[in-house]
Every structure is written in structure tokens, then in C-alpha cells.
């Protein structure tokens, strides 16, 4: 039995005697006026419950997936819900939409509470305060990695901070959508992932080349002054190419190095100005643009990106 009541002016709370319904199968309550709890006796419910647009408020109960256990959808963005996501939830095995939208739930998600719905297909924690903006917000991401299913994941205008984990690439082969705008999350993305690759020690390999060309060409990928190069590998070549005057960036890191550590003697680069310094700068650009090519065959291994640095930083010694 399915009950569609959505799209009415209904208001006040949930009548607790729809649970009594015992061949209720879907409660359809969407779009009304409703506010207050959500009744302990819809535990009976075989499939769906849609809540969404409404007036609740609250937390959602700890028990909630105990309390559902049958459920396959569970809807109800554009709420004023609060509080944390109940780790109940990693109960309810047969779950396959899981939509916690536009409401105020804040707090870090479990690194474990999804990792048992392997039928979940639609995860929608976006529009809400999720997260702390800081590292290891994103580890749950790991988890998701078991939902073999997994359609449509959407993250966005939270508060998630930190790297996004590298698991991101080994999400399900059926996912359509993954959005994760308008949140802190930093670091950078391997070319390769957004082209279906499987996770692999390449990946780090760019990342740790683009932090170097980051911190030695003082620019970040996001920077529209790249000297109309297409990402900053492309820039970092047009130095080599001494299309970008090099200069520029050798007397910016050199103030600034001198600034900060004038008085430390291992400050290599910043004590030996002119020709030495010209030749630190490219030799460790161009170990920056090898790690960051954007195919990961053309990528140097880490083990001579290290050598090689190495080799730079005993030369300035000598000198």
C-alpha cells in the first residue's frame, strides 16, 4: 500500500496511527506544512519515506535505522533538521537513497556508516554544515567505496575541508554525478582520476610536483596570471622556455626567503643569488614539471624526483 498525501497544505505533526497501516509499504508526505518528530510506529514501513519540504525540526532520532530497518528510500531535504546523522543508519542494509539535503545538519560523518549499504545508489549530504574544514573530513569517502552501486553522490555547499582522498577514484564504475562545489577542500586532483583511472602511487607523484611548482614558482593552479599557460605544469615550462621572465620569481623568492630565514645557513637559494640561483630555481622546476605531466607514463618516479633534489641541495652546500 502506498499513501500519497504530498503536495497539500497539511500542517501539525505526523498522526502516529499511520504506523498502525501494516501493509504500508510508501508514505508519501512531501511538500506541506508538517512539523514536530517523526513517529516511532512508521518503524513498519516496507520501502519509502518522502518528508522533504517541510517545516521539521529537531534531530533525527539515534535509532533511526533501527527503527526503519526495511527502508529503501529515505528522503527529507528542505527541513530545518539538525544535530548529527545517526549512526544508526549503516543498519538499514536495504537502503538505496539516502537524501539529508538543504537542512542544518552539522558535525563529522562516521568513516564507517555507510560502508554497509551496499545497495545505496543515491547520497545526498549537500546544503547542510557538515564537516569542520579541516583535515580528514572526507574519510568517509573510503567507505563508499563498498556501495558497488553507487549512482549519485552530492557533497556540495557544506563544510568539508581537507584533501580529497585518493578512494574517490575507486568509487563505483556507475557513478553519474559527484558533486563536491562550494566546500574548503584543498590539494590537488591527478589529470587521470577524472578520466576513470584507478587510484596508483602516479597520482601522488603529481601532486607532490605541483606542490613543488606551487611553492618555487610562487603560483597556485587557480591563479589567472599564468601567462595565458592552461594549468601550471604548461606555466612552469614557459619559465624554462624563459617566456616568463624569471626574474620576476627569483628576486620575489629571494626577498622572501631572506625575510624569513636570513639568518639560517642552509637557506641555499636565498644566499647564493645570480647564475646559482637561476640554476636552483630551474633545476627544481623542471623536477617539478617531470612529476606533473599530465600523462602518468611520461611522470618521473619518485625515488629520482628525490635523488635529483638531493643532488640540487648538495651543490648549494658546496657552494
Not at 517523526?38 to 535509532?63: C, I
Not at 545526498?124 to 573530513?137: I, M, Q, R
Not at 617539478?288 to 648538495?314: H, Q, T
Amino acid at each position: 500500500m502506498t499513501l500519497d498525501l504530498k503536495k497539500n497544505n497539511l500542517e501539525g505533526s505526523i498522526p502516529p496511527h499511520l504506523g498502525n497501516l501494516s501493509s504500508l509499504q510508501a508514505l508519501y508526505l512531501s511538500t506541506n506544512r508538517f512539523k514536530g518528530d517523526v513517529p516511532a510506529s512508521l518503524g513498519q514501513l516496507k520501502r519509502t519515506l518522502y518528508l522533504s519540504s517541510n517545516q521539521f525540526q529537531g534531530s533525527l532520532p539515534r535509532n533511526l535505522g533501527l527503527a526503519l530497518p526495511n527502508i529503501e528510500t529515505f528522503s527529507v531535504w528542505g527541513n530545518q533538521f539538525g544535530g548529527r546523522i545517526p549512526l544508526s543508519i549503516s543498519n538499514a542494509s536495504k537502503l538505496s537513497a539516502f537524501v539529508i539535503s538543504i537542512n542544518n545538519f552539522f558535525g563529522g560523518v562516521s568513516v564507517t556508516i555507510f560502508g554497509n549499504l551496499e545497495k545505496l545508489t543515491w547520497l545526498d549530504l549537500g546544503d547542510t554544515y557538515l564537516g569542520s574544514a579541516k583535515a580528514d573530513d572526507l574519510k568517509f569517502i573510503t567507505s563508499l567505496t563498498n556501495c558497488s552501486s553507487l549512482r549519485h553522490l552530492y557533497l556540495d555547499n557544506s563544510n568539508f575541508g581537507g584533501e580529497l582522498p585518493d578512494s574517490v577514484g575507486n568509487l563505483s564504475t556507475q557513478i553519474e554525478s559527484l558533486s563536491l562545489a562550494f566546500n574548503p577542500i584543498s590539494g590537488n586532483i591527478p589529470p587521470e582520476y577524472g578520466m576513470g583511472s584507478k587510484v596508483s602511487t602516479e597520482g601522488d607523484v603529481y601532486s607532490f610536483g605541483i606542490l613543488l611548482l606551487e611553492m618555487f614558482t610562487r603560483k597556485r593552479p587557480t591563479d589567472g596570471d599564468l601567462y595565458d599557460a592552461m594549468n601550471l605544469n604548461q606555466f612552469a615550462k614557459k619559465i624554462l622556455a624563459e617566456v616568463v621572465p624569471l626574474e620576476e620569481i627569483v628576486h620575489g623568492f629571494i626577498k622572501r626567503e631572506e625575510s624569513e630565514v636570513a639568518s639560517t645557513s642552509n637557506n641555499n637559494c636565498a644566499q647564493t643569488k645570480g647564475g646559482n640561483t637561476h640554476e636552483c630555481l630551474f633545476s627544481i622546476i623542471s623536477i617539478g614539471i617531470k612529476c606533473s605531466e599530465e600523462s602518468p607514463k611520461y611522470r618521473m618516479n619518485i625515488n629520482d624526483a628525490l635523488r635529483e633534489l638531493l643532488a640540487v641541495k648538495n651543490v648549494q652546500l658546496q657552494d
